[in-house]
């Protein structure tokens, strides 16, 4: 349950680090003459980068009853190893 969650942890790091990615270049080819490629075509950019964003925005991230959910499940199982410890002691 710690490794999922410190893998959903990591992954939204690195989804928000995505989304400032693609937002800091969308204002960067918005300026004019940002790219000095004279083989540069803004409409093809605006295509890739559209598509990208899409794409980014269409990842499928754990909800917050996910998280909770496992959350939960690893606390229990901590409680419950706890306790087979304490018995564990007491019979030796």
């Known amino acids: 349950m710690a490794c999922q969650l410190g893998t959903i942890a990591l ?11 693609l937002s ?3 204002q960067a080819l918005a300026l004019p003459h940002a790219v000095l490629d004279a083989t540069f075509v803004p409409a093809e950019a605006e295509v890739w980068l559209t598509r990208l964003e899409a794409d980014t925005a269409a990842e499928a991230r ?7 959910h496992l959350t939960l499940r690893e606390r229990l199982l901590r409680e419950e ?12």
Do not use: F, S, V
């Open 11 to 21: 992954q939204d790091a690195a989804l928000l680090r995505r989304r400032q990615g």
């Open 24 to 26: 800091a270049l969308r």
């Open 62 to 68: 754990p909800g917050p009853l996910a998280r909770a």
């Open 81 to 92: 190893a706890q306790e087979l410890e304490l018995r564990l002691a007491a019979e030796a």
